[in-house]
């Protein structure tokens, strides 16, 4: 029986990066035994195994290996013909993983003027400060501040962030505010530490140049958010975006501190896999982003 072995590369690929039937059924909102069905009968039109299957997993053979990178390269080119001759706007489900106070923030406020323009598009939105696993979890792109050394990604800054070292008031009143980057290994900080466990240096710049110190502390978070309220509570210093803590600051709640030394900024970007062709949603949402965080730093609030 003939098959539509362009709507199977489509199938096999989403499974391949799913690595679950069922997941990718959810993806595709399509039956699960649609897709096993599919399945089968491209391994038959093939003559090769592609995935093995396992009540718990599916991980690709050899061939379904060597399989997937010439879909991923054959898809491409399809939709880039077919782009070339298109008038329509971009359309179907765009998945985004976005930072959570960077979405709070800038994205979501003005999400609304992006689905109005782009009417066709579907979004469904995630919120995490961790590494995502763009190809298994099913992300299109993320958006995330911070360098990002995972050379499986690549992508655009889209922004960088003025950041400043705090502390709170009752901080400042036990410890004091230092005067010169000596005067911190008499100060205590809140680490932050990523989801290996890597601590973080406080980073300051001196003269044009980056200088990191290892601030001693009891404290060491995971998390943005409770790394900002540690910080408020006074269990240390920190080193923040400064749009977090704009109204702390004027306020008075934060103290800003060695401001002749400040943090290096810290960049935006947005990220997508490698492998896999940047579609028309994924490149709309990119080129709307950076418009998003321009508008931002022409109204001062970056």
């Known amino acids: 029986m003939p098959i539509d ?23 595709l909102n399509m039956p699960r035994a649609t897709l096993t069905h599919t399945i089968n009968a491209l391994e038959a039109h093939l003559g090769a195994r592609l995935l093995e299957r396992s009540t718990r997993r599916v991980e690709p053979t050899l061939d379904g290996d060597a399989y997937y990178e010439r879909c991923l390269h054959l898809l491409a080119e399809i939709e ?9 706007a971009p359309k179907g489900l765009l998945r985004v993983n976005l930072q959570g106070s960077l979405a709070r923030q800038f994205v979501i406020p003005a999400l609304p003027a992006f689905m109005e323009r782009f009417p066709d598009i579907e979004l ?21 501040a911070g360098t990002l050394g995972d050379s499986s990604l690549t992508g655009r800054r889209v922004a960088t962030l003025r950041q400043a070292t705090c502390a709170s008031v009752g901080y400042v009143q036990q410890y004091g505010q230092p005067d010169s980057l000596d005067d911190l290994a008499a100060h205590r900080a809140i680490n932050y530490v990523s989801s290996t466990g890597r601590r973080y240096p406080f980073e300051f710049m001196v003269e044009g140049t980056q200088t990191d110190v290892e601030i001693g502390g009891r404290v060491t978070v995971s998390g943005a958010e409770v790394y900002t309220a540690a910080g408020l509570a006074g269990l240390g210093m920190i080193q923040v975006p400064r749009y977090r803590i704009a109204a702390l600051l004027d306020a008075g709640t934060l103290i800003e501190l060695l401001p002749q030394h400040p943090p290096p900024p810290m960049p935006v970007s947005v990220l997508y896999p490698q492998s896999r062709h940047m579609s028309p949603r994924v490149r709309v949402f990119v080129d709307w982003l950076t418009q998003v965080f321009a508008d931002a730093k022409a109204a001062g609030t970056l």
């Not at 072995?5 to 993806?27: G, H, N, P, Q």
């Not at 590494?131 to 958006?143: A, I, M, P, S, Y």
């Open 5 to 27: 072995t362009l709507r199977a590369m489509k199938v096999f690929v989403r499974i391949y990066e799913r690595k679950s039937f069922t997941l990718a059924a959810d993806d």
């Open 80 to 88: 880039d013909a077919e782009n070339a001759f298109r008038t329509v």
């Open 124 to 144: 469904a939105v995630s919120e995490a400060d961790r590494f995502v696993d763009l190809v298994r979890e099913g992300v299109d792109c993320v958006l995330r």
